[in-house]
Structure formats: structure tokens, C-alpha cells
């Protein structure tokens, strides 16, 4: 099978059907039930169920991350319901690391709302899944598949612009007490002489 081309993925995500941007069952309007969406989808691409990998997608909690991770859920089960990426026969290991630890973490900091409009958010989930399924975008070298999904990151770029507003914070910090010590020398000075 050749590899798919990031614009075709692209497409495929742009043209998700409204099933899979519904509401997540347990949170206000919604009746999509993520679990069994997902219980579906790993039967249909591994053969056979992971009740386990499935149980993850029952709502934790009512929180709007937990919102915004059942509805990433359902973004990457259209995506890998693509033709393109179904294949039966294949570990679920392969996602596991992906659904269980990248996908909450992408949660706190991706919008799913975005995924319409924020082409860059669409190609950070499409190259997400790919690296996890091990496959590569077609006339894409495996470093400049890599190299492109540092820079579409969204994790990584949160961590960054918070050590960023970190280290201005102490900066900051520093000057006011650098401003403060020689305010409190040069008044000292004068009330000597």
C-alpha cells in the first residue's frame, strides 16, 4: 500500500461527518458514546476487542478537558476509520501510547472546536496517528516527517511559551528587586550626607 498524502488526510478530516464532532455522552446535549465508538473501531482495525483500550474512553470526569479528550477521541477514531490507514490485523499496542498518553496531554492545550478551521491542528493529529501506526506521509523522508511534527507540535509549544512566560516572570522579578536595592541605596546616600 503506498503511503497517503498529507492533503488527502487532510480532506478526510475536513469532511468528518457530524457524528464524530457531537457531544460525548455525559456532558450537557451530548449522546455520542465514545466508548463504544471506539470499542467498534478496534475491533474493526485489530480483529478482535481491547476492552481495556476502550474502557479509557468512558468519562472521567466533567471537566472541560475531559470534554475536549472525548471529543479528540472521536476526531482520531474518523481518522483512522480512513480507508487509507484501516488495515484489520493490527496490534493495538501500535496506539495504545497514543490514545492513553498523548491524547490527554494533546487535550489541555488543542481545542477539538479548532479542527475545522486550524489546518495545523488537523495535520498534528494526522501525523500523530501516523508515528503511532508506523507509517509516513508519500515523498516524505522520515526526518522531514519528524522534523515537521516538532513543528506543528501543540504540546510542545505550550510547554515552551510557558517556560517562555517563566523565565520573563523571574526576569521581571529580578529587576524589580535590582530597582528596589538601588532606590534603597540611593535614599540611604542622601540621608548620610
Known sequence: MDAPTLAELQRWMIEMPPAFAAEPEGFAGGH???YAVMSDLF???FGTSDHELADLFRPAERGPVERNRLRLALAFAH???CPRLRRAGRSSRSLRGLLSQELPTLAAVAKTEELPSNEQLREELIRRTLRALGLGLHGESTAEFEDRLRQVDSVERHRLLREAAKRERRAREVRE???KKAAQE???KVSRE
Open 32 to 34: 455520542v458514546r465514545v
Open 43 to 45: 475491533e474493526t482495525l
Open 79 to 81: 481518522l483512522l476509520s
Open 177 to 179: 528587586a535590582m530597582a
Open 186 to 188: 540611593a535614599a540611604a
